[in-house]
Every structure is written in structure tokens, then in C-alpha cells.
């Protein structure tokens, strides 16, 4: 799929936008459950049960991409401000992030928290897109506020890994046992 056919077939908003022009909370949740995703339930749970009060207290933003014939949501991702704790790194990992010290605890830092499509639109090559207006948003706030790096907890999954790789991220743990993997995408 190109991005005109993606651009095409799928329109994004952002949650607060369905929040404030929704009747009640209820429908807003019905249209949160129109996604599926049972290859990654916490995708799935966290759309759910978790967007909407994250995105109420301004914890987060989540943007979701809407089928344009079904209205279902095909894909969406979260946004945040956050902190990286440093336990278990490196003092050179930490001073390479931290960009100065490498005795800090935790490193301020943007946060791609979920990203995923519905099983439904599984064929569809549509990542990339959906990275790159995470990223497009993420580095319009780096402009304005600074920052060394965007971290994502991707899935310990070889093809996830490699998706994320192939987008300029790199692994800063290497753990085989783990279920997700930290990655960052540096500024620096």
C-alpha cells in the first residue's frame, strides 16, 4: 500500500477529538472496542480499557486511524512525555542517553507507548505510516522543547525488532528471555 492508498482509505483523529464531540463516554467506548487485536492483548486492552482516562488526565495522546468504509479503528498509536529508568543499564549507555552523567536514575525522554493495527487489517502494510505520524508529531514537540531521544518497549519479536530497526531505532537491552525489548530513536 502507498501512502496515497493509505491516505486514502484511512482517516486519523485524535481521541480528545471523539471525546469532545461524543454524546457519552459509553459511545466513546463502543467505538474503542471496534478494534481487536487477540495476537497482542495488552494492544488491545490498553485501547480499551486504558486510552480514554489516559487521554481525560492528559497522560498520553492516542490517535487512531479509522477504516473509512467500515468506520471501524484499523490502527492507532499512543504519545507521551516520560522517563526512562536506568536500572540495569550501563554507565555508558546511560551517559550516551543522558548526554552528560552517567549517575542519574531516570532520563527524560518521549514515549511511543502502543502502536499497532486490528488483526482485521493484518495484510496491510500500514506500519510505517502510522510510525511516521507518531514520529512527525513527537518531533514537532522536539523542536519547540529539546530532548535526546523517543523510546519505544517493542515487542521481543524478531519482525517487530527488525520493523523498528529498520526505522532508525536501536536496542539498549538484549535480553532474549524478555517479552519486550527497550529501544530508542536518538536526536543525538
Known amino acids: 500500500m502507498t501512502r496515497k492508498q493509505f491516505d486514502e ?3 486519523c483523529f485524535q481521541l480528545s477529538e471523539i471525546i469532545s464531540q461524543a454524546p457519552s ?6 467505538i474503542l472496542k471496534t478494534f481487536s487485536c487477540s495476537k497482542n492483548l495488552d494492544l488491545q486492552d490498553f ?8 487521554e481525560k488526565y492528559l497522560r498520553s495522546r492516542t490517535y487512531l486511524y479509522f477504516d473509512n ?6 490502527a492507532y498509536f499512543t504519545i507521551a512525555i516520560s522517563v526512562l529508568f536506568t536500572d540495569g543499564l550501563s554507565n555508558d549507555i546511560i551517559k550516551l542517553l543522558d548526554g552528560y552523567k552517567d549517575d542519574v536514575k ?9 502502536l499497532g493495527k486490528s488483526e482485521k487489517y493484518e495484510k496491510f502494510k500500514i506500519g510505517e505510516y502510522i510510525l511516521a505520524d507518531a514520529l512527525e508529531i513527537i518531533d514537532s514537540s522536539h523542536k519547540s522543547l529539546g530532548g535526546r531521544f523517543i523510546l519505544i518497549d517493542a ?4 519482525k517487530v525488532i527488525s520493523f523498528y ?3 532508525s531505532f536501536l536496542a539498549i ?12 530513536r536518538p536526536y543525538f
Open 25 to 30: 463516554n459509553r459511545k466513546v467506548k463502543q
Open 47 to 54: 485501547l480499551h480499557n486504558k486510552a480514554l482516562t489516559f
Open 106 to 114: 531516570t532520563i527524560p525522554c518521549y514515549l511511543i507507548g502502543q
Open 165 to 167: 530497526k529498520d526505522n
Open 155 to 158: 515487542v521481543n519479536n524478531s
Open 69 to 74: 468504509e467500515t468506520k471501524e479503528i484499523a
Open 9 to 11: 482509505s484511512f482517516s
Open 173 to 184: 537491552e538484549d535480553d532474549k528471555d524478555l517479552e519486550s525489548i527497550k529501544m530508542i
